[in-house]
């Protein structure tokens, strides 16, 4: 479960495989999770100013196209409980309908639900999605940090 967390680290962790539920039904998803900036124009950067960053692609055989025009900010995630491979995005009530139009088509009220080829997967892009979105230094966490 920890690679995805370590490769978010190191630059960013994609995850493919995911399939779409709902209207997303039928298509093949990769996505993104990287960390980054909030605001860049900033001359004091805090841990606060950091958010995780995700660009989704719609995968069809082997040629991936972003669905959105710049990495979406502020992106949380549920797991479905009961069913061990199901989660939803959540997008953030602010996105940008020019920047990411086809994603917000595809979900229902901001929620993108998608489908992991297995749970582990699911639990390791959870983690990654959790790590990007902690509001403090990444040296703090251990096991007993509440991520989401």
Do not use: W
């Not at 967390?5 to 209207?23: D, E, S, Y």
Request: proline fraction near 5%.
């Amino acid at each position: 479960l920890f690679n995805a967390a370590r490769q978010l680290i190191l630059g960013g962790a994609t995850f493919g495989n995911l399939m779409g539920k709902g209207p997303a039904e039928g298509r093949e998803f990769k996505v993104k999770v990287e960390i980054g900036l909030l605001d860049s124009s900033k001359s004091l950067v805090t841990y606060q100013d950091m958010s995780s960053f995700l660009t989704i692609f719609q995968v069809s055989g082997s040629i991936a196209e972003s669905l959105c025009s710049a990495p979406i900010p502020n992106i949380t995630a549920k797991a479905d409980y009961l069913h061990q491979r199901l989660f939803n995005l959540t997008l953030p009530p602010n996105l940008d309908d020019d920047n990411a139009a086809m994603v917000i088509a595809l979900s229902v009220n901001k929620k993108m639900m998608l489908s992991a080829p297995t749970r582990v997967s699911r639990e390791s892009f959870l983690l990654a999605l959790g790590i990007a979105n902690f509001k403090g230094k990444p040296c703090d966490l251990c096991v007993n940090s509440v991520l989401y």
